[in-house]
T-cell receptor, first 114, second 116 residues
C-alpha cells in the first residue's frame, strides 16, 4: 500500500512569513512529485512539480525533494492571506505494468493571518 | 479555451438510482482519471484510462463504472451498488501516463453528489 503522509494542520502563519509544508511517502520507486492547492469547495490546482533531488523555485514557491529520506516539502515565501487553502501533496509511482498512479496525501490546511 | 469541464456541478441521487457524471476535455490529453474526495480527506482514484476504449480500476472502483469511447470524454456512472456515494467527484486528465512532465494531471471543477 503506497502511502503519502501530510500533517493535517491547521497551520497558521502571519502575513509575510514563510509557510513550510511537509510530505513523506512510502514508495521508494516514486518518481515524480506534485503540489496542488485546493480552496474550499473548489478543485485542486497545480502549483508545481519536482522530479530531481534538490530545490525547485517558482516565484514565491520552492519545492524541495530528498529521495533518500522520502521527503518532499513546499515553502511559501512572503505568505499572503490569499494563500490560505489546503495544500495537497501527490506522488506518482509505477503501479503495474506501465501504468502510473497519483497517490494523494490528505492535505495540510494553511491559514495566513493578516 | 482549453480545459476540462464537468457536469452537473451539483447532483442529487435517490436511493437505488444510477447517475452519470460527465467529464469532457479539449486538451488533447490521452489519459483521464476519476477521483473521489470525502471531507477532510485526500483524493482516491476510482478509475483511469490511458487510451480510448481502455480503462483500469483504481483503488475504490466497486459500485462505479466508466466508458472511454472518445478521447475527449470519460463519463462516470455511480450505480446503486455504491453504498455511500455522497462525495465530491473530480475528473482529471494528463497528456500521457508514461513518466515525466507529461504525467501532470489537471483537474476539472468537480461534481458534488448528494444522496437523498
Amino acid at each position: 500500500q503506497k502511502e503519502v503522509e501530510q500533517n493535517s494542520g491547521p497551520l497558521s502563519v502571519p502575513e509575510g512569513a514563510i509557510a513550510s509544508l511537509n510530505c513523506t511517502y512510502s514508495d521508494r520507486g516514486s518518481q515524480s512529485f506534485f503540489w496542488y492547492r485546493q480552496y474550499s469547495g473548489k478543485s485542486p490546482e497545480l502549483i508545481m512539480f519536482i522530479y530531481s533531488n534538490g530545490d525547485k523555485e517558482d516565484g514565491r514557491f520552492t519545492a524541495q525533494l530528498n529521495k533518500a529520506s522520502q521527503y518532499v516539502s513546499l515553502l511559501i515565501r512572503d505568505s499572503q492571506p490569499s494563500d490560505s487553502a489546503t495544500y495537497l501533496c501527490a506522488v506518482n509511482s509505477l503501479s503495474s505494468g506501465s501504468a502510473r498512479q497519483l497517490t494523494f496525501g490528505s492535505g495540510t490546511q494553511l491559514t495566513v493571518l493578516p | 479555451d482549453g480545459g476540462i469541464t464537468q457536469s452537473p456541478k451539483y447532483l442529487f441521487r435517490k436511493e437505488g438510482q444510477n447517475v452519470t457524471l460527465s467529464c469532457e476535455q479539449n486538451l488533447n490529453h490521452d489519459a483521464m482519471y476519476w477521483y473521489r474526495q470525502d471531507p477532510g480527506q485526500g483524493l482516491r482514484l476510482i478509475y483511469y484510462s490511458q487510451i480510448v476504449n481502455d480503462f483500469q480500476k483504481g483503488d475504490i472502483a466497486e459500485g462505479y463504472s466508466v466508458s472511454r469511447e472518445k478521447k475527449e470524454s470519460f463519463p462516470l456512472t455511480v450505480t446503486s451498488a455504491q453504498k455511500n456515494p455522497t462525495a465530491f467527484y473530480l475528473c482529471a486528465s494528463s497528456a500521457s501516463n508514461s513518466g515525466g512532465s507529461r504525467d501532470t494531471q489537471y483537474f476539472g471543477p468537480g461534481t458534488r453528489l448528494t444522496v437523498l
